[in-house]
């Protein structure tokens, strides 16, 4: 009884002191590291944060066990690696048998990404693999009735565009239109969405010198404005997803919704890494969830809400690559936020007797409390 009194209490009182983001966000919960807590403590974690959507790169059973029963939606993933083989479709559907169906009883797989970054990517043979692949992970899905519950998609990196700007001149390559053509009528025929990874940081990144910062981090700026349109742009990000859109368009498709499947900023990055500080990432992402909490479309799509998931709940210190690859975290691997973020979260410790875990309970129940004596 004490431990259940314990728990209303202080989802109570914690709620009255914290904001949520859940409207609109989803995390990316990237685990290439060595040093990361249990799924069921990140479980914990992310109820605390009031986070009920979560992107993983894989189908980890552990992840999936963790998050049972809690209403967590999950995008799960299919590796690169295993694009050839699932181009079989027995193949797709074991692995739907074997990673799909022992769990979504009990939680929420809503997608599968397909590989990530595929087109455009360091290896060339992919790409072709890639439309079968989808179509299979598909058919095996209304094979075991799943399709209603499960949608497929892939991500894309921000590589596939030609041109960006201004948004209404957006336009995939030249040599990747073979792919994406397939692709977009499959988001049409399976009302499945197109993912991107975009990162502004990227931009001031490769050149510090002329790219205004406020407007990639959306803080006050003079703003760009689309001269075919007359529509203006206060921040890189929204003019990045317009542009994916009229590449869309452009292809003969308007029935096709662009989402964001990662987006963040580094807190930290080699000396030629320009702007990957602490302070600009914690810009950026406490003024990206504010504007989704306020539910914003872009300047030519103001009507569609943007679906955006922020890359990454952890810095992941196993990850190749430069410094800043290691320091996307909002979190370090401890439970620490890496910058404050205008939320509160709690990553509880491990290994306490029942009797301890009631005890800290109320004591966190009685500093909440004296807390909201002291504001008052």
Same mark, same amino acid.
């Given at each position: 009884?004490?431990?259940?009194?314990?728990?209303?209490?202080? %989802?109570?009182?914690?709620?009255?002191?914290?904001?949520?983001?859940?409207?609109?966000?989803?995390?990316?919960?990237?685990?290439?590291?060595?040093?990361?807590?249990?799924?069921?403590?990140?479980?914990?974690?992310? #109820?605390?944060?009031?986070? =009920?959507?979560?992107?993983?790169?894989?189908?980890?059973?552990?992840?999936?066990?963790?998050?049972?029963?809690?209403?967590?939606?999950?995008?799960?993933?299919?590796?690169?690696?295993?694009?050839?083989?699932?181009?079989?479709?027995? +193949?797709?559907?074991?692995?739907?048998?074997?990673?799909?169906?022992?769990?979504?009883?009990?939680?929420?797989?809503?997608?599968?990404?397909?590989?990530? #970054?595929?087109?455009?990517?360091?290896?060339?043979?992919?790409? &072709?693999?890639?439309?079968?692949?989808?179509?299979?992970?598909?058919?095996?899905?209304?094979?075991?009735?799943?399709?209603?519950?499960?949608?497929? /998609?892939?991500?894309? =990196?921000?590589?596939?565009?030609?041109?960006?700007?201004?948004? =209404?001149?957006?336009?995939?390559?030249?040599?990747?239109?073979?792919?994406? +053509?397939?692709?977009?009528?499959?988001?049409?025929?399976?009302?499945?969405?197109?993912?991107?990874?975009?990162?502004?940081?990227?931009?001031?990144?490769?050149?510090?010198?002329?790219?205004?910062? #406020?407007?990639?981090?959306?803080?006050?700026?003079?703003?760009?404005?689309?001269?075919?349109?007359?529509?203006?742009?206060?921040?890189?990000?929204?003019?990045?997803?317009?542009?994916?859109?009229?590449?869309?368009?452009?292809?003969?498709?308007?029935?096709?919704?662009?989402?964001?499947?990662? /987006?963040?900023?580094?807190?930290?990055?080699?000396?030629?890494?320009?702007?990957? /500080?602490?302070?600009?990432?914690?810009?950026?992402?406490?003024?990206?969830?504010?504007?989704? +909490?306020?539910? &914003?479309?872009?300047?030519?799509?103001?009507? +569609?809400?943007?679906?955006?998931?922020?890359?990454?709940?952890?810095?992941?210190?196993?990850?190749?690559?430069?410094?800043?690859?290691?320091?996307?975290?909002?979190?370090?691997?401890?439970?620490?936020?890496?910058?404050? %973020?205008?939320?509160?979260?709690?990553?509880?410790?491990?290994?306490? =007797?029942?009797?301890?875990?009631?005890?800290?309970?109320?004591?966190?129940?009685?500093? %909440?409390? %004296?807390?909201?004596?002291?504001?008052?």
């Amino acid at each position: 009884m004490a431990a259940i009194l314990c728990t209303l209490l202080l %989802l109570m009182f914690s709620r009255s002191f914290t904001s949520t983001l859940s409207l609109g966000v989803g995390i990316n919960y990237g685990q290439i590291a060595n040093n990361l807590p249990t799924p069921s403590r990140v479980s914990a974690l992310l #109820e605390s944060l009031n986070i =009920s959507r979560v992107k993983l790169y894989d189908a980890d059973p552990n992840v999936l066990t963790a998050f049972a029963n809690t209403n967590v939606e999950f995008i799960i993933g299919l590796g690169n690696e295993y694009l050839q083989k699932m181009q079989d479709p027995q +193949q797709a559907q074991i692995w739907i048998q074997q990673k799909v169906q022992p769990h979504i009883s009990q939680t929420r797989i809503t997608c599968i990404t397909v590989g990530n #970054e595929v087109l455009g990517g360091v290896d060339p043979q992919l790409p &072709q693999y890639l439309v079968p692949a989808m179509k299979s992970m598909y058919q095996a899905l209304v094979n075991l009735g799943l399709n209603s519950q499960v949608y497929v /998609t892939t991500a894309h =990196s921000l590589q596939i565009l030609k041109t960006s700007f201004p948004p =209404s001149n957006g336009a995939f390559r030249d040599d990747l239109v073979q792919y994406i +053509q397939p692709i977009l009528a499959f988001h049409a025929m399976s009302n499945s969405p197109f993912l991107i990874n975009a990162y502004p940081y990227f931009a001031y990144k490769s050149d510090p010198k002329n790219v205004q910062i #406020e407007y990639l981090l959306f803080e006050p700026n003079s703003g760009t404005v689309d001269p075919n349109t007359n529509l203006k742009y206060d921040n890189m990000l929204y003019a990045q997803i317009d542009a994916v859109y009229s590449g869309i368009k452009a292809l003969g498709h308007s029935d096709v919704q662009v989402r964001i499947s990662e /987006t963040g900023w580094p807190s930290k990055g080699d000396v030629d890494e320009p702007g990957a /500080t602490v302070e600009n990432a914690g810009i950026y992402n406490r003024n990206l969830l504010q504007r989704m +909490q306020a539910g &914003q479309g872009t300047p030519a799509h103001p009507s +569609q809400r943007i679906d955006i998931y922020v890359f990454a709940l952890f810095n992941e210190n196993m990850k190749p690559g430069p410094t800043s690859e290691r320091n996307y975290g909002l979190y370090y691997p401890d439970g620490t936020p890496v910058y404050n %973020l205008g939320v509160q979260g709690y990553l509880p410790r491990i290994d306490y =007797s029942s009797s301890a875990k009631n005890a800290l309970c109320i004591f966190r129940v009685l500093v %909440l409390l %004296l807390g909201s004596l002291l504001i008052a």
